[in-house]
């Protein structure tokens, strides 16, 4: 019988809606993302963010998401909504990341090709709690629907790597597969419009996540948690 070896979180971004926060919730998604970055169709105001923070069920994680916001905001949201977690998509350096006394992740923009060592992004961003791989770069945001090439992917990462970019009920048990993650995160693929989460896709992108999960033979675990652990 097929059993869980692994659990791969889940982190559900760009959400607008309370109805659609409940529903995450429902499903045991680990994580809610709450967009300020400017020029995000998804960009919540704070006062709508501190709502829709009073809608998430217990033990679920707030995740307020920035690019190149000047720390004034920042510091705005983190009083105001009061997130677990910061996550920044921009040019921000360790430094900057670090100084707001939240645990944070970066986001790695991986659009155009482009290649990264996980030592390095190791080096460059040692407070970081985890690295956050996404299709951005190259002319491209965060939340375009686009994929990028998973083979991309540092090998030697010795922290916790999230899967972005272009992930949908389609294609999401494949790339948890291929990628063996810590955890996938997900916009546009469950979205009927920028910001409005489809309660549909929701479902089928957890079941395919949790289908992805389950192997079938136990000679693998040993092989897949080391891995993951890499």
């Not at 679920?60 to 909504?81: G, I, L, M, S, Y």
């Not at 998973?150 to 294609?171: D, E, F, K, Q, V």
Request: negative net charge; glycine residues 12%; hydrophobic residues 45%.
């Amino acid at each position: 019988m097929p059993r869980t070896l692994f659990r791969t979180r889940i982190k559900f971004c760009g959400l607008t809606r309370a109805g659609d926060v409940r529903l995450a919730s429902e499903l045991g998604v680990d994580a809610i993302g709450f967009v300020f970055a400017r020029g995000s169709t998804r960009r919540l105001h704070v006062a709508e963010a501190r709502a829709l923070r009073e809608a998430l069920a217990p033990l679920v994680d707030a995740v307020a998401v920035f690019r190149d916001n000047p720390a004034d905001e920042v510091r705005e949201v983190v009083k105001q909504v009061r997130p677990s977690m910061l996550q920044f998509h921009g040019d921000e350096d360790d430094a900057f990341c670090r100084r707001f006394g939240l645990p944070y992740l970066k986001a790695v923009g991986m659009g155009a090709g482009a290649t990264v060592g996980g030592p390095a992004l190791v080096a460059a961003f040692p407070g970081a709690s985890a690295f956050l791989f996404d299709s951005h770069g190259g002319g491209h945001d965060g939340g375009s629907g686009r994929a990028f090439d998973w083979s991309a992917l540092p090998r030697a990462l010795t922290r916790p790597l999230l899967l972005s970019g272009g992930l949908s009920p389609g294609n999401v048990h494949d790339a948890v597969a291929a990628t063996m993650p810590w955890g996938v995160d997900v916009s546009s693929g469950i979205e009927s419009a920028p910001g409005q989460k489809d309660g549909d896709l929701m479902r089928a992108f957890v079941a395919e996540v949790r289908r992805s999960d389950c192997r079938a033979d136990d000679d693998d675990e040993e092989a897949v948690l080391e891995m993951r652990d890499e």
